[in-house]
T-cell receptor, first 111, second 113 residues
Framework: GEDVEQSLFLSVREGDSSVINCTYTDSSSTYLYWYKQEPGAGLQLLTYIFSNMDMKQDQRLTVLLNKKDKHLSLRIADTQTGDSAIYFC???????????FGTGTRLTIIP | DAGITQSPRHKVTETGTPVTLRCHQTENHRYMYWYRQDPGHGLRLIHYSYGVKDTDKGEVSDGYSVSRSKTEDFLLTLESATSSQTSVYFCAITQTGLGDEAFFGQGTRLTVV
C-alpha cells in the first residue's frame, strides 16, 4: 500500500528558510500536497503539485518534486512565527481517490 | 470557510459502549472521509465515501463502521469502543477526490476510559 514518510520535528530561526521533506512509495502518485495544521484546528491546503511537474512556486512557498527518488520538499522562505505548525504531505492517485497523509513535521520557530 | 461541521467536538466514553460521530457538510461535495490523528502516525484513513450509500475501507477500518444515507451526512460508528480508539477524529470533504482541496472539520477528541 501507500506509505508517506516525514521527519517529525524541525526547528528553524526566524527569518531563515525552512525545508520540510517527504518521501513516498507509490510510484503512481498523481498529485502531491502540502497541508498545514495549526494548534487545535483541522488541516488547510497550502499547495499541491501534479506529478508531471518538478517545481511549483507560490509566494514564500516552493515545492520541489523528484519523481525518480519519490521525494517531495516544501521550502518556506523568510520563516515567520506564524509559520509554526504541523506540516503534512499527502498523495493521491488517479483512480484511487483517497488522500494518504504522512506523519507530519512539527515546525518550531526560534526567535 | 467550507461548511463542514463535526459533532460532538469532545466526548468521553467507557470501554465497550457504542459511539457515533457525525460529519455534516453544506458544500454538496461528493467525497467524504474519516481520519484519525495520533502522535507519530499522522492522519490515517478509516473509511471514505464516494457517494450516497457508497463507502470503502481505509487503512485502519477495523472496529469502525460508517454510513452515508444523505449527501450531507457521514457517520462514523465505533461499535464497541476500546482504549486504542482514543484519538482525534477528523472528517474531510472533496469535490472530485483528486487534485482539489480537501476541507477539514475542526476535529472530535474522543477519549475511551
Amino acid at each position: 500500500g501507500e506509505d508517506v514518510e516525514q521527519s517529525l520535528f524541525l526547528s528553524v530561526r526566524e527569518g531563515d528558510s525552512s525545508v520540510i521533506n517527504c518521501t513516498y512509495t507509490d510510484s503512481s502518485s498523481t498529485y502531491l500536497y502540502w497541508y498545514k495544521q495549526e494548534p487545535g484546528a483541522g488541516l488547510q491546503l497550502l499547495t499541491y503539485i501534479f506529478s508531471n511537474m518538478d517545481m511549483k512556486q507560490d509566494q514564500r512557498l516552493t515545492v520541489l518534486l523528484n519523481k525518480k527518488d519519490k521525494h517531495l520538499s516544501l521550502r518556506i522562505a523568510d520563516t515567520q512565527t506564524g509559520d509554526s505548525a504541523i506540516y503534512f504531505c499527502a498523495e493521491s492517485t488517479f483512480g484511487n481517490e483517497k488522500l494518504t497523509f504522512g506523519t507530519g513535521t512539527r515546525l518550531t520557530i526560534i526567535p | 470557510d467550507a461548511g463542514i461541521t463535526q459533532s460532538p467536538r469532545h466526548k468521553v466514553t467507557e470501554t465497550g459502549t457504542p459511539v457515533t460521530l457525525r460529519c455534516h457538510q453544506t458544500e454538496n461535495h461528493r467525497y467524504m472521509y474519516w481520519y484519525r490523528q495520533d502522535p507519530g502516525h499522522g492522519l490515517r484513513l478509516i473509511h471514505y465515501s464516494y457517494g450516497v450509500k457508497d463507502t470503502d475501507k481505509g487503512e485502519v477500518s477495523d472496529g469502525y463502521s460508517v454510513s452515508r444515507s444523505k449527501t450531507e451526512d457521514f457517520l462514523l460508528t465505533l461499535e464497541s469502543a476500546t482504549s486504542s480508539q482514543t484519538s482525534v477524529y477528523f472528517c474531510a470533504i472533496t469535490q472530485t477526490g483528486l487534485g482539489d482541496e480537501a476541507f477539514f472539520g475542526q476535529g472530535t477528541r474522543l477519549t475511551v476510559v
